[in-house]
């Protein structure tokens, strides 16, 4: 079991719906990440925040907006997705502001129709 | 910029061989941080191990050896006696100025069959 929960584990919606992602960890970490990874690619930064305040944006197309509203809490609000868009969206934590040794949900799959 | 490079794209073993997944990386930067993650089929990420530029101490954990020579820009890693629940996605990761952004490898698939 993961300590980062992410849910749902699996969305599909089509492109003018509006869903989002949550992601929660109670492990007391100040720093949390939303990363992208297509299938065979390694994970992609998308969004850093650190003592809830946005801290890295990846230059993220605005159709995904991000909102911490506490500590233990992140999501992912998406808009209007396109088809490449389609990957999994994995959560991460850390205990410190260091980018490494986050500790990782088990990912939502996204399927945009 | 920071790059790091993971050569091998797949490896097939038999179970109990010994293996090592290399990891070549760059930076301009003299404090950084090195990291090995693993994805199993199941996708989730697994946190391996985090090495900083000053540690150059190789480790070992049960089965799992680091290796990480800044001379040659490396931190390969080597399971020993690998097992069948070895087989994933191995990704050699780094970061460097500001520490937040993690810059991942292409990723080594290690296939071990029984």
């Known amino acids: 079991d993961t300590e980062v929960t992410q849910t749902p584990k699996h969305l599909v919606m089509g492109m003018t719906n509006k869903k989002s992602l949550k992601c929660e960890q109670h492990?007391?970490?100040?720093?949390m990440y939303w990363y992208k990874q297509k299938a065979k690619k390694p994970p992609e930064l998308m969004f850093v925040?650190?003592?809830?305040?946005?801290?890295i944006n990846e230059s993220v197309p605005s159709r995904f907006s991000p909102e911490c509203p506490n500590s233990s809490l992140l999501n992912l609000h998406l808009h209007a997705l396109q088809p490449e868009d389609s990957a999994l969206y994995l959560c991460?934590?850390?205990?410190?502001?260091?980018?490494?040794?986050?500790?990782f949900g088990d990912g939502t799959r996204l399927s945009i129709l | 910029a920071q790059k790091v490079t993971q050569a091998q794209t797949e490896i097939s073993v038999v179970e109990k061989e010994d293996v090592t997944l290399d990891c070549v990386y760059e930076?301009?930067?003299?404090?950084?941080?090195l990291f090995w993650y693993k994805q199993p089929p199941s996708g989730e990420l697994v946190f391996l191990i985090r090495?900083?530029?000053?540690?150059?101490q190789n480790e070992i954990s049960g089965r799992y050896s680091w290796n990480f020579q800044k001379s040659t820009s490396s931190f390969n890693f080597t399971i020993t006696a690998s097992q069948v629940v070895d087989s994933a996605v191995y990704f050699c990761?780094?970061?460097?100025?500001?520490?937040?952004?993690?810059?991942f490898g292409t990723g080594t698939r290690l296939l071990v069959s029984p």
């Open positions: 925040y650190s003592y809830e305040k946005l801290s």
């Open positions: 930076t301009r930067d003299t404090t950084y941080y």
């Open positions: 492990m007391g970490h100040r720093a």
């Open positions: 991460a934590s850390s205990q410190d502001v260091i980018g490494g040794g986050a500790h």
């Open positions: 990761a780094l970061t460097e100025t500001g520490f937040q952004k993690l810059v």
């Open positions: 090495r900083n530029s000053f540690d150059e």
